[in-house]
């Protein structure tokens, strides 16, 4: 079995807004400016973080959960970038040991060094006994060392750095709002939205030098492993895929799998265009439709041709975003509603709260697929689902797949890396 070295970091944290995704970008854009080839991955299911960090490194960035992927899947997607890469930098997922598959369990297996982001604001020796604790709650959890961020004062770095008793103290972020990075209600802004995101990344990268910050990880060893070929079942398809600011949450590992089967894709603005690309499937993916309701909703020629899509009895996949935008009507936070395109007998609206969260699987009639759901709107519907996903859980709350013909929609974001030929019958005629 093949095997390769290349240098690699997992930056995880005690929790979420710790600062991992600033950190991460910044290390992204120092080594990168050092002429170094970045590989960026991001654990768990988010869509967010990855745009960001794409624009730090320069290069796409791949979700990495064993979950969702599995351990076959992640071990290739690790050899694949160690072959081309200088350094590998992986932005885990909540906090260091969270989740269903943690970061810890990721770098566990792997034997990736964990460099841990810790938010010293307002925190002095405790600074300590938190990254004791991230390094040594589990036994032999490979540990490079921590950044300390929202730094206050040279003399506050100093108070950090002398409460770390056998952990490195790698580097510090000062506390600065020109690298923050805006969020909303689903997590951080959109990459695009964020008109001086380059600026923000550049004065985070500039911070951790002025502060001293030179650290070089080392090499570790990552093995090849069987490929798992997937077959040309979708050869000569024509996958219509919405793209723009409304619809923007799709796995760039979806996308490439449905190439991988042959499928041919080709992209469409539900609020631009008028028409839909000449094709034989359409994959409506998630995003934020309720933040252009008036110009979805005045779109009524895209409605018709979604609705003539339908009607001639090819496929269609709506995942969340993609879904509310298929209803009768979608309220926002405000009260406004807006007509949508009507395919679905349903009415949804924002909430002020999350409404789901979770990993989730379901067993379709095609197959079993992993995904995720992350929602704040409520759906009031008539239509009788034809299963529920089930969440990982113990008290988790499945989501309702429906059917209507060939229409598949749900608030479950798939991965179809998870099974590649459940996935691809959602699109075959």
Not at 62 to 80: A, F, I, N, P, V
Not at 351 to 363: A, F, I, K, P
Not at 391 to 402: L, N, P, Q
Request: hydrophobic share 40%; glycine share 8%; net charge negative.
């Amino acid at each position: 079995m093949n095997t390769v070295h290349c240098p690699a970091l997992l930056i995880s944290a005690p929790a979420s807004g710790q600062g991992k995704t600033t950190v991460t970008a910044a290390l992204a854009r120092l080594y990168r400016e050092q002429g170094q080839n970045v590989v960026v991955f991001k654990t768990g299911p988010d869509f967010l973080d990855p745009m960001i960090l794409e624009q730090a490194c320069g290069q796409p960035v791949y979700q990495l959960d064993l979950w969702m992927g599995g351990e076959t899947h992640c071990r290739q997607l690790l050899y694949k970038a160690a072959c081309k890469a200088d350094l590998i930098l992986i932005e885990g997922v909540m906090g260091l040991f969270d989740g269903t598959t943690s970061s810890a369990d990721l770098a566990e297996l792997f034997d990736i060094p964990i460099l841990a982001v810790i938010d010293a604001t307002a925190m002095a020796q405790t600074f300590g006994a938190i990254a004791h604790g991230l390094a040594h709650y589990r036994n032999k959890l490979p540990f490079a060392g921590v950044i300390a961020n929202r730094v206050a004062s040279l003399s506050h770095g100093d108070m950090l750095a002398e409460s770390l008793k056998d952990i490195p103290y790698i580097g510090a972020l000062p506390r600065d709002k020109a690298c923050e990075l805006p969020s909303r209600h689903l997590g951080l802004l959109q990459a695009d939205e964020i008109t001086d995101l380059n600026t923000r990344i550049d004065a985070a990268k500039k911070l951790l030098i002025d502060a001293g910050f030179d650290y070089q990880p080392a090499a570790i060893a990552f093995k090849a492993t069987q490929n798992q070929n997937v077959k040309p079942i979708l050869q000569g398809m024509r996958i219509a895929v919405a793209r723009d600011p409304a619809f923007a949450f799709v796995y760039k590992a979806n996308l490439e799998i449905l190439n991988e089967m042959g499928a041919e894709l080709y992209y469409f603005s539900p609020l631009e265009d008028n028409t839909l690309p000449d094709a034989d499937s359409l994959y409506l993916p998630g995003g934020y439709p309720e933040l252009h309701l008036d110009t979805l909703g005045k779109n009524t020629a895209m409605h018709e041709a979604i609705k003539l899509h339908q009607q001639q009895g090819k496929p269609i996949v709506a995942e969340c975003g993609g879904m509310l935008y298929l209803l009768k009507t979608l309220t926002d936070k405000e009260g406004q509603s807006q007509n949508m395109v009507g395919l679905l007998d349903g009415h949804a609206t924002m909430q002020q709260r999350l409404s789901n969260l979770g990993m989730h699987s379901v067993e379709l009639p095609e197959g079993k697929i992993h995904g995720h759901t992350f929602h704040h709107s409520s759906l009031q519907t008539s239509m009788a689902p034809i299963t529920t996903s089930k969440s990982t859980r113990k008290r988790g709350k499945g989501e309702a797949i429906y059917r209507q013909e060939r229409l598949h929609a749900s608030y479950l974001h798939m991965y179809f890396p998870s099974n590649p030929e459940a996935s691809a019958r959602l699109f075959m005629p």
